[in-house]
């Protein structure tokens, strides 16, 4: 059975950290890709950062670059999405999703979706 599941949510400060993490089983971790997405309330899912396992390559959406590191320790199928100087903006519930080859921006593809985590910024 393919699981994803999310920790590491909580209430932080406005320029305050936060690590998420997201643990994968039930697949080949090596051959699949894991992004993280959130989704604020009233708002469409916005793709945040994405790691293909496979060759590490990393993206990030333009709202995170240079404030959120995504990692991927393979020995663990654990993927990390490191928050730094978070923002009232960032306050949403955050997925992992896994998608097979690389990372893609389109959310449709990917296969298996977490629960979510939820992250809140007070100002």
């Known amino acids: 059975e393919v699981q994803l599941v999310e920790s590491g949510g909580g209430l932080v400060q406005a320029g305050g950290s936060l690590r998420l993490s997201c643990a994968a089983s039930?697949?080949?971790?090596?051959?699949?890709?894991i992004g993280w997405i959130r989704q604020a309330p009233g708002k469409e899912r916005e793709g945040v950062s994405c790691?293909?396992?496979?060759?590490?390559?990393?993206h990030y959406a333009d709202s995170v670059k240079g404030r959120f590191t995504i990692s991927s320790d393979n020995a663990k199928n654990t993927v990390y999405l490191q928050m730094n100087s978070l923002k009232p903006e960032d306050t949403a519930v955050y997925y992992c999703?896994?998608?097979?080859?690389?990372?893609?921006?389109?959310?449709?593809?990917?296969?298996?979706w977490g629960q979510g985590t939820q992250v809140t910024v007070s100002s």
């Open positions: 790691i293909s396992s496979s060759d590490g390559n990393t």
């Open positions: 039930g697949f080949t971790f090596d051959d699949y890709a």
């Open positions: 999703a896994a998608k097979t080859s690389g990372c893609s921006p389109e959310l449709q593809e990917y296969d298996y």
